[in-house]
């Protein structure tokens, strides 16, 4: 048994060294659908690469997830919002976009706002005004909905956000448009 153990281990070991993966990364993000159906995406600018991708952010030392998920929505949209069930865990193999000496766990909740939701949304993606991307080592964001139909795993960049988008249209479809309360 001990042999099995060390041969994991050397294999883990090495898989690290290939990649210069040197640290770990805990993402926390949430999927919210308003009353027409539409999800809830932010198109953001980071270091001159344009993403499409979930609400949220990184967990930080001390914060559970579901205080990290509430705190990023505050923090990026304004809104209050209440975490619901668990959708999704990473549980592959995942090399950050951003920092590539980093492996990514990203934990997915569905969230509802716990009031009416007003925000300064954008119906265009990537729709920046000129001084947002005007600093190529920059970073900036802007908030767009979609709607349940036109959402596809083409409409998120990130690997993870694909598969989230899958499992929301193949298990979650029912759930979401009868708008089950969390």
Not at 3 to 32: C, D, F, H, M, P
Not at 43 to 55: A, L, M, Q, S, V
Not at 80 to 104: C, E, R
Request: charged share 30%; hydrophobic share 35%.
């Amino acid at each position: 048994m001990k042999k099995i153990a060390t041969k994991k281990n050397t294999s883990v070991s090495n898989k690290l060294e290939q990649s210069n993966i040197n640290s770990l990364t805990i993402r926390v993000y949430g999927v919210l659908m308003d009353d027409r159906k539409r999800i809830l995406v932010s198109d953001e600018y980071i270091r001159g690469n344009y993403f499409t991708k979930f609400p949220g952010g990184g967990l930080e030392f001390g914060e559970g997830t579901k205080e990290c998920l509430k705190r990023e929505f505050k923090e990026e949209t304004g809104l209050d919002v209440m975490i619901g069930d668990h959708l999704y865990t990473t549980d592959y193999y995942q090399q950050s976009a951003f920092k590539t000496s980093q492996q990514i766990i990203a934990i997915y909740y569905f969230a509802k706002s716990i009031h009416p939701i007003k925000l300064d949304t954008k119906t265009i993606p990537f729709d920046f005004r000129p001084e947002q991307i005007a600093d190529p080592n920059g970073q900036s964001e802007v908030l767009r909905w979609i709607n349940w139909d036109d959402l596809s795993e083409e409409t998120v960049n990130l690997p993870i956000d694909k598969i989230v988008v899958g499992l929301l249209k193949s298990k979650y479809s029912s759930y979401l448009e009868k708008r089950v309360s969390l």
